[in-house]
């Protein structure tokens, strides 16, 4: 039978190469204010480095636009991703969060979590960029731009250091 | 090892179907072993469709890291798709194998692949009027520095807002320079 302190030499050496993991989720919620945009910094765990695999978006459709027939429900947040380690954008544009989000509503189609594979490095730090401007107007439509709370729940695992 | 994985790879996304994985689960992750870095990356289009003009745009990936698509979508927030619009989505290397890396004329560009896919979309409740439609779980190893064009032809339709995202992974598998 192994000893104590043979069993917390294994685990330490486990933990300094990182050869075990931990299925990890951190969640985010905002509200994206009406005619604004901004930016956030989200701190990812010091416990070690991160591997993001997916994350899923809802977000509430508050604002409303009218094409001529009556206003209906719409979300206008759209929203860009970086690393603050990699201090490179996850894309090149803005995405609608209607790209990438799962509708709020119970019979709404779920679209689940989107894979998106990165590797944050121990201690870094994730930068959300929101944009809850109307866009331009191109049929005649009108937009009645509201505050919009969004959720993020970035799905990965976690490899635990020291 | 590498370059037989990206043979086998370097095939074309035309009849792509939803689901359908190019590699194995053993292949992908043994070039994301073997990548030194590896980061998360969207090329996005976004168009504003007006009338029957055909519209194109083009993005160019990050030099000395290596693309991989690993998923297509489409979304359009005002759409009455009688006819549907197709969007047009086309790959093009522009790394040179020649001592000349990164110069060489366009007119030396190689078409790695592309494909057109009709574009109908899923509606929901949730968003009135929005169309949404996704291709994933591909793996395609494209290069580094590719044009990514994407073009989209309205159907007979209203005005929308249109966006499409090549999505994948960015990998750099080591050099003098990131």
């Keep these: ?162 | 090892m590498l370059k037989s994985f990206t043979e086998k790879i370097f095939q074309g996304l035309t009849d792509i179907k939803p689901g359908r994985l190019v590699l194995s689960d053993a292949a992908r992750d043994e070039i994301l072993y073997k990548a030194k870095r590896v980061r998360a990356k969207d090329y996005v289009f976004n168009f504003d469709v007006t009338g029957s003009t055909t519209q194109e745009r083009t993005e160019t990936t990050t030099a000395r890291w290596k693309f991989i698509c690993t998923g297509v979508a489409f979304f359009a927030d005002n759409l009455d798709n009688t006819i549907p619009p197709t969007v047009g989505v086309k790959f093009e290397s522009l790394a040179s194998l020649s001592p000349f890396r990164n110069a060489e004329p366009a007119e030396m560009n190689r078409v790695l692949t592309q494909t057109v896919i009709p574009f109908e979309g899923k509606k929901n409740s949730y968003f009135p009027g929005a169309h949404f439609e996704e291709y994933k779980n591909l793996f395609a190893v494209l290069d580094q520095r590719v044009n990514i064009t994407v073009s989209i032809k309205p159907g007979v339709t209203t005005d929308y807002h249109a966006a499409v995202i090549v999505t994948g992974v960015e990998v750099f598998e080591g050099g003098d320079d990131e």
């Design chain 1, 1 to 162: 039978m192994a000893s104590m302190a043979e069993i917390n030499a294994k685990v330490a050496g486990l933990k300094q190469s990182q050869a075990y993991e931990k299925t990890f989720d951190f969640t985010r919620t905002f509200v994206a204010k009406a005619n604004t945009a901004g930016e956030f910094a989200i701190p990812i765990t010091n416990e070690g480095p991160f591997l993001q695999e997916s994350y899923n978006i809802r977000c509430t459709a508050n604002s409303k636009v009218d094409y001529g027939g009556g206003s209906v429900s719409y979300c206008g947040v759209k929203l860009k991703f970086k690393s603050q380690a990699d201090n490179a954008a996850m894309s090149n544009d803005y995405i609608p969060v209607q790209l990438i989000g799962t509708p709020g509503s119970t019979d709404g189609t779920r679209y689940g979590a989107r894979p998106f594979m990165h590797i944050y490095p121990k201690g870094d730090v994730l930068i959300v960029e929101y944009d809850n401007r109307a866009p331009a107007a191109i049929a005649g439509e009108t937009y009645v731009m509201a505050d919009e709370r969004v959720d993020i729940c970035f799905n990965g695992k976690l490899y635990p250091m020291g």
